[in-house]
């Protein structure tokens, strides 16, 4: 680019470089913005500086190549930056970018479908663990029903047997006076007081 311009690249670089920032001095000196003109400046009148017309067509010229330089530079940095661009969208850069990413988009395919065989074989095994302690269940449900139709025949059979016992002792038609001979003979006295322990401790005699 500098070649181009000829040998003045060295002043275009001078023209490149960031400026300093300008300072403007609050106060000028001692003398305060509200003082009077000076008495040695009364009547002065400013007269601007003259201007060299050659100074004035180098500074012309000068400039002209200021701006020249500087759309150059714009342009060819504008430039650059889309080349970038295109070789990012389009070129090898896009190119690895996209592989990279089908590279991944792979290796999560991958992990998804060992999650998802995963979470299979775990929800298979819990739903076998489920069937499982149902028929367990089930089964202890019809042992325990079975114990206790068991346990309901075996109270019953007692009850029958205690109920044929009793029978024995039953006053019948036939057998009411003896058993009302045998009531003489042997009285009873239920005349009598028992303390907490069941022991009689108190009984009267019978007349």
Do not use: C
Not at 58 to 71: A, C, D, F, P
Not at 73 to 91: A, C, D, I, Q, S
Not at 123 to 152: D, G, N, P, S
Not at 187 to 200: C, T
């Amino acid at each position: 680019m500098f070649q181009i311009i000829g040998g003045r690249n060295v002043q275009a670089v001078r023209l490149l470089l960031p400026r300093s920032a300008v300072r403007v001095e609050a106060v000028r000196g001692r003398k305060s913005r509200s003082d009077p003109v000076a008495k040695s400046k009364e009547g002065r009148i400013k007269v601007p500086p003259p201007v060299d017309p050659v100074e004035m067509v180098v500074l012309k010229e000068r400039y002209t190549e200021y701006q020249l330089i500087t759309r150059a530079l714009r342009l060819e940095f504008k430039e650059e930056v889309l080349r970038k661009k295109f070789e990012e969208e389009t070129g090898s850069q896009a190119e690895e970018r996209a592989r990279q990413e089908a590279e991944e988009h792979r290796a999560l395919m991958a992990w998804n479908d060992e999650e998802n065989r995963r979470m299979l074989k775990a929800r298979v095994l819990r739903l076998q663990k489920e069937e499982e302690e149902v028929e367990r269940k089930k089964i202890e449900a019809a042992i325990q029903r079975e114990q206790e139709q068991q346990e309901f025949i075996k109270q019953k059979e007692r009850e029958i047997l205690k109920l044929q016992e009793e029978v024995k002792n039953f006053i019948t038609l036939e057998s009411l006076d003896q058993r009302i001979e045998e009531a003489l003979d042997n009285p009873k006295n239920y005349n009598f007081a028992i303390d907490k322990e069941g022991r009689v401790v108190k009984q009267t005699v019978l007349k």
